[in-house]
T-cell receptor, first 110, second 114 residues
Framework: GENVEQHPSTLSVQEGDSAVIKCTYS??????FPWYKQELGKGPQLIID?????GEKKDQRIAVTLNKTAKHFSLHITETQPEDSAVYFC?????????FGTGTSLTVIP | NAGVMQNPRHLVRRRGQEARLRCSPM?????VYWYRQLPEEGLKFMVY????????ESGMPKERFSAEFPKEGPSILRIQQVVRGDSAAYFC????????????FGPGTRLTVT
């Protein structure tokens, strides 16, 4: 089955700096890659996603890149703000299932 | 539009009791997924259901766990004879279609087995 690895597990940045979270996957059949933000005590919230026919997608301060050849995709957050502090999960979809990374705890220091 | 709803939000059960977790998908969504999350870990797929059908239960333990999504009413994840290792957050997600489509998550049910 699919194996999704996510790095780093924790990340601290100064407010205003950029944050980058990277994921790799193993199954070349995976074609859909969402990113979720989870705040303490809440369910994951979809923040951006990308499909395999696209190399990059941007939504305001958030961007995702995908390299299908290398089987990796990344989340980029620019001009970070304290409210960006949360746990971020990447995922890869194969068939009916979504496989999640183990999460990155992002702390934005004011 | 109401989002995905789950209840209860917190559930405490003694070892050996039964736990019933409920999930109402977003309006118009007929695909429901259940996930388990242990502390400081990612989400692990358990089961995928459509109305009245279990499509994929490959992530669900073969004993004590069952799920249903009846024609009317919420999807239910049932855990019989709970053990301490069942303590976790259980999340439900819904989607308008299967596969490469956005999943929207509920707030989760945090199960504690004492």
């Amino acid at each position: 089955g699919e194996n999704v690895e996510q790095h780093p597990s924790t990340l601290s940045v100064q407010e205003g700096d950029s944050a980058v979270i990277k994921c790799t996957y193993s199954d070349s059949a995976s074609n859909y890659f969402p990113w979720y933000k989870q705040e303490l005590g809440k369910g994951p919230q979809l923040i951006i996603d990308i499909r395999s026919n696209v190399g990059e997608k941007k939504d305001q301060r958030i961007a995702v890149t995908l390299n299908k050849t290398a089987k990796h995709f990344s989340l980029h957050i620019t001009e970070t703000q304290p409210e960006d502090s949360a746990v971020y999960f990447c995922a890869a979809n194969t068939g009916n299932q979504f496989y999640f990374g183990t999460g990155t705890s992002l702390t934005v220091i004011p | 539009n109401a989002g995905v709803m789950q209840n209860p939000r917190h559930l405490v059960r003694r070892r050996g009791q039964e736990a019933r977790l409920r999930c109402s998908p977003m309006k118009g969504h007929s695909h429901v997924y259940w996930y388990r999350q242990l502390p400081e870990e990612g989400l692990k797929f358990m089961v995928y259901l459509q109305k009245e059908n279990i499509i994929d239960e490959s992530g669900m333990p073969k004993e004590r766990f069952s799920a249903e999504f009846p024609k009317e009413g919420p999807s239910i994840l049932r855990i019989q004879q709970v053990v301490r290792g069942d303590s976790a957050a259980y999340f439900c997600a819904s989607s308008p279609q299967a596969g490469e489509y956005e999943q929207y998550f509920g707030p989760g049910t945090r199960l504690t087995v004492t």
